[in-house]
């Protein structure tokens, strides 16, 4: 089932399938946590399906029952094989391969590649053929939350397919129908999520805002030199380190502009510094290279430590 803030990107598709003008690639773009998988899901799903007169997945033909099961001979999903790693030439090169081949239950054969940054360079070389030379009814869906580290030359065969944020309104409105969830989290948790519902959910499903509350005392206390960095990182690692990191640069961010607005406040060079510093390490934990997680935030903590700070450095809880 598709999430209320979809309804109108799926109507635009079914409109190209109606019209028999499905592209041979599209990629979904947009924030993490906004389904983007569903969506796939679902477009796959009713390309594949037997019942080619309606603009619905019929989910009861014997092809939409192999999609269900998720063996369905004719589609194939490709990502990395083990969590912050790389999609390798070699699963490129087998969907290449299966492309080839005659269908075996449906009129079209279907991927998803998920996500489409995650693809090293020569895997996306390999993409890029078969971009260039698509086989007949063959419909591709990348999906990429990070446009910026795809090669242009395969962005630009693949038709754009934007998932957009849904108003406040219906995203508190839909975290609501979720669960017992009160108002004042719901709006931290979105404020978190950059307006995502699926990640808010996860927020405050697990737990999160309450880990997070303890990680600006933490950040509190380092910014005063009273905490020990090497500790604190191993403490720290139970947590979801990017969150973590997203959630520090959210609240600097706000102090830097609140700092801004008072005008007889001079603008603290160390608030800058602190957020370059915060950058830096979210960058280094989404790359795809092996690092040292603890090392990594004992260095953080350290560099933090290393700047000379103020009462307008300290966050507040």
Request: with cysteine; net charge negative.
């Amino acid at each position: 089932m598709l999430y209320p803030w979809q309804i109108e990107t799926w109507q635009r598709f079914t409109q190209q399938y109606e019209q028999q003008r499905v592209p041979h690639a599209v990629i979904l773009t947009g924030v993490s946590g906004l389904g983007q998988l569903t969506l796939a899901e679902k477009m796959a799903m009713l390309v594949l399906c037997e019942q080619q007169d309606l603009i619905e997945p019929c989910g009861e033909c014997h092809s939409c029952q192999l999609f269900l099961a998720g063996n369905h001979p004719d589609h194939t999903v490709i990502s990395p094989e083990e969590d912050g790693k790389q999609i390798k030439i070699e699963q490129i090169r087998g969907l290449k391969q299966k492309q080839t081949l005659t269908a075996n239950v449906s009129q079209w054969k279907t991927a998803i590649l998920m996500p489409a940054e995650a693809m090293n360079i020569n895997a996306s070389n390999s993409l890029l053929k078969l971009l260039e030379e698509p086989q007949q009814n063959t419909f591709l869906i990348l999906i990429s939350s990070a446009l910026a580290h795809l090669p242009i030359t395969i962005l630009s065969r693949c038709q754009k397919v934007p998932s957009s944020l849904p108003s406040a309104d219906m995203a508190i409105s839909w975290l609501k129908s979720e669960g017992d969830f009160i108002q004042t989290d719901i709006e931290k948790a979105l404020t978190m999520a950059k307006s995502a519902p699926l990640t808010a959910l996860s927020l405050l499903a697990d737990g999160s805002l309450d880990y997070l509350e303890q990680v600006s005392r933490d950040f509190t206390a380092l910014l005063q030199h009273k905490a020990n960095p090497v500790q604190l990182a191993q403490q720290w690692q139970k947590y979801d380190l990017k969150l973590v990191m997203h959630y520090l640069q959210l609240r600097l961010k706000d102090r830097i502009a609140n700092n801004s607005k008072q005008q007889n406040l001079r603008s603290n060079p160390q608030n800058w510094q602190i957020y370059d510093c915060i950058i830096n390490t979210i960058k280094l934990l989404s790359s795809s290279n092996n690092i040292n997680k603890v090392l990594l935030i004992e260095q953080f903590m350290v560099s933090v430590m290393d700047y000379p700070t103020s009462e307008n450095t300290v966050l507040n809880h």
